[in-house]
């Protein structure tokens, strides 16, 4: 481009130069310090003659830059990239800048220091505690999208109620009335991305910073999570062969605001927590105004028997709140799950919605509801129960060599992972390592230190014949690991 009276101007590569190619182009100029601060420009005829453009064209592009103060407009002078501008770092400092650590809030960095709740990037055995979808109903899933596309119409475009769709409210309701023996209505009933949002919004709205809560010990990370995000006191209570020790729980925190529990299928031990446990627990919550979180994040998969009763339908004073989640029953990028609340709770959860995220999308709500409606959930369900059921058989027949080394297993025949524990916890840390496979400690979900230590085999997604080569490895580890120590 020739030099003209004024600051030569970036080429732009394009056979027709379009007016936002040539703003962006100007505005990056000026940006990268390739024009100066101060520099004059050429006058819009020439720039308009060098480009092969409209002189009107220019003059846009000028005063829209003008207008964002890039560049200053003297009358009679000529136009300036503004000296402002020098004030901004070059641009190669401005990169470094992006790619320097930053410094969270000590608050913040404690919080992001935690990576529990990060899920793998690639299944295998056993880090594979999510759904199976290879049974999923998708050309049934598809048709209820559309058909929930064509009922909302244009609502599905605008804002959802934070509180859930009222067509799944009532779905749930009836759902939970039928499978999980839980006497509530719609208006209880609150939906949530997952069980996790479920639990920071509870935690949120219910506790004060330094309040205690009881959590089960061993625990769910994600709830371990969620009441330390919100301040709590987190008190462990240690879990047995009946699940969480009540008794326990009462001796070190009488006063506690609200007590997290699995009773279904404690995660990660297995264990279903006993009647009697049941009722001194309720009874606790009752006296103490305590609040209950039951989260039944697994419930429906129970491969003898009928399902177990849930907590919350032996509550008469409410005070459990009832967590659920679609995301493990149907697949996980679904992200639906719900809350069955006092009605007292459910405005102000829905204004703490409000607060985080807004609301669930209207769409997937409607696709979930009709698909309930159906009966094909139920239908679903069923086969699900079947398929997990099967592995977990195949799982526990392949482990079978292991009971003779020491090691055990809850027998509640319920879920799609499996903690097999041992006595002694250096040799099970040791399998571990040799086997080659993905392990969860169970020592990473406890709180207290003990000196036995357990494997959680995360088996959901994974087909039989991987489950049943990965127990082999385990078995061949906890072998020859044994007679590695002997010799
Ligand atoms: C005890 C427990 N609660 C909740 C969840 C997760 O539910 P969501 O994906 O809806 O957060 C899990 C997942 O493994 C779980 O183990």
């Known amino acids: 481009m020739r030099r003209s009276r004024g ?31 101060g520099e004059r420009l050429p006058s819009t005829r020439q720039a308009a003659a060098d480009y092969g453009v409209s002189r009107g064209m220019l003059e846009e592009v000028f005063a829209q830059l003008t207008d964002e103060g890039f560049l ?18 070059a641009p190669a400092s401005r990169n470094r800048a992006q790619r320097a650590p930053v410094t969270a809030s000590r ?95 509870i935690s949120v709205l219910l506790l004060d910073r330094g309040d205690p809560v009881w959590i089960e010990d061993p625990c769910y990370l994600g709830a371990r999570a969620a009441f330390t995000l919100a301040g709590a006191k987190i008190t462990p209570v240690a879990v047995d062969d009946e699940g969480i ?21 404690q995660y990660p031990s297995g264990v279903a927590l006993s009647l009697e446990r049941r009722i001194s627990l309720l009874e606790w919550a009752a006296q103490n105004k305590s609040w209950i979180v039951e989260d039944d994040y697994d419930g429906e998969f129970r491969y003898e028997g009928q399902p177990l009763t849930a ?78 059921g099967t592995k977990r058989t195949a799982l526990i027949e392949s482990l079978a060599p292991l009971r003779r080394l020491g090691w055990s297993w809850a027998g509640n025949p319920a879920g799609m992972h499996l903690l097999v524990r041992h006595e002694r ?7 571990a390592a040799s086997s080659g496979l993905e392990l969860a400690l169970l020592s990473a979900y406890r709180v207290a230190h003990r000196s036995d230590d357990g494997l959680l085999l995360r088996f959901g997604a994974l087909d039989e014949a991987t489950v049943r080569a990965g127990a082999a490895a385990l078995v061949h580890a906890a072998t020859s690991t044994i007679q590695r120590r002997k010799s």
């Open 107 to 201: 608050r913040g960095a404690r919080i992001a220091a935690n990576a529990a709740c990060r899920e793998p990037e690639r299944l295998r055995a056993f880090n594979a505690g999510v759904a199976d979808t290879s049974e999923f109903p998708w050309k049934t899933w598809l048709r209820m999208q559309a058909r929930a596309a064509r009922e909302l119409g244009r609502n599905a475009l605008t804002f959802a109620d934070p509180r859930g769709l009222p067509n799944l409210r009532a779905a749930i309701a009836r759902y939970l009335a039928q499978f999980r023996g839980i006497r509530c209505h719609a208006g209880q009933v609150i939906v949530f991305n997952s069980s996790q949002q479920a639990l920071n919004a």
């Open 245 to 265: 020790r009540v008794d326990a729980g009462i001796r070190r925190s009488p006063r506690a605001r609200l007590a997290y529990v699995t009773p279904t299928h």
């Open 425 to 431: 916890g250096d040799y099970v840390r040791s399998v």
């Open 311 to 388: 907590l919350h339908a032996l509550d008469s004073h409410a005070r459990v709140l009832y967590v659920g989640t679609l995301n493990k029953s149907m697949f996980v990028s679904l992200r639906l799950a719900y809350a069955v609340l006092p009605e007292g709770l459910v405005e102000p959860l829905a204004n703490l919605r409000t607060q985080l995220d807004g609301f669930t999308p209207a769409l997937q709500q409607m696709a979930m509801s009709l698909l309930m409606d159906e009966g094909h959930f139920s239908s679903h369900l069923r086969r699900m129960r079947s398929v997990y």
């Open 72 to 89: 200053h407009r003297a009358v009679g002078r000529g136009t300036f990239v503004t000296s402002t501008m020098s004030r901004l770092s």
């Open 7 to 37: 600051a030569l101007l970036p080429p732009i590569r394009a056979v027709r130069v379009r007016r936002g190619d040539l703003y962006r182009t100007l505005r990056s100029a000026v940006l990268d310090g390739v024009l100066a601060p």
